[in-house]
């Protein structure tokens, strides 16, 4: 199985900040996944990154508000940007393990004041 | 795109009784049908998949089944134990682009 660290795990942040959340997978994987899980809710896709292109955002999210690096085939960040208190949740990253089995980043949870 | 209905979004049942979960996907192009285990303040846990070619597949206490024709899927657990209690999520997928259900939520009462 892949293991996926991602970190901060929390945060409280103010209004009108950024966030960076970072994720790190233990072998190279062309794909890397971020989700957003509001609570109680199920996991909405955000964007897929791929390396050594753009990511590609689901309907809903788009760049600017969250910006996405996929520098190396081993580590993503998701950008949480100019934050309002809509923005908290769980954000999670995920990355392929064998065939098509997706594992999950322990989450970061994010609350914004 | 993909859309995955589950039911129930919640579900309580006995110690020692089965529980059933039902998924419908509407892509006939998804091919790979994972179920994960989601315990409170942690990340989702693949507990059982099943891919197109396949109609049943089982492990221990879980089984997951899937018709294709009607495109609908089910998690079985049988035996139920407290430890079950989680918010389980179905999911359709084609090459990685995986889209969850709502979940549910799994209560065992001992």
């Known amino acids: 199985s892949a293991v996926i660290s991602q970190k901060p795990s929390r945060d409280i942040c103010q209004r009108g900040t950024s966030l960076t959340i970072q994720c790190q997978v233990d072998?190279?994987?062309?794909?890397m996944f971020w989700y957003r899980q509001q609570p109680g809710q199920s996991l909405t896709l955000i964007a897929t990154?791929?390396?050594?292109?753009?990511?590609?955002?689901e309907s809903g999210f788009v760049i600017d508000k969250f910006p996405i690096s996929r520098p190396n085939l081993t580590f993503s960040t998701l950008t949480v940007s100019n934050m309002s208190p809509e923005d908290s949740s769980i954000y999670l990253c995920?990355?392929?393990?064998?065939?098509?089995?997706?594992?999950f980043g322990a989450g970061t949870r994010l609350s914004v004041l | 795109g993909e859309n995955v209905e589950q039911h129930p979004s919640t579900l309580s049942v006995q110690e020692g009784d089965s529980a059933v979960i039902k998924c419908t996907y509407s892509?006939?192009?998804?091919?790979?049908f994972p179920w994960y285990k989601q315990e409170l303040g942690k990340r989702p846990q693949l507990i059982i998949d099943?891919?197109?070619?396949?109609g049943e597949k089982k492990d221990q206490r879980i089984a997951v089944t899937l018709n294709k024709t009607a495109k609908h899927f089910s998690l079985h657990i049988t035996e139920t134990q407290p430890e079950d209690s989680a918010v389980y999520f179905c999911?359709?997928?084609?090459?990685?682009?995986?889209?969850f259900g709502a979940g549910t939520r799994l209560t065992v009462k001992p």
């Open positions: 995920s990355g392929p393990g064998q065939g098509d089995i997706q594992y």
């Open positions: 072998s190279q994987v062309t794909m």
């Open positions: 990154a791929n390396q050594g292109s753009e990511a590609t955002y």
């Open positions: 892509d006939s192009a998804s091919n790979y």
């Open positions: 099943i891919r197109s070619n396949v």
């Open positions: 999911a359709a997928s084609m090459n990685n682009d995986m889209r």
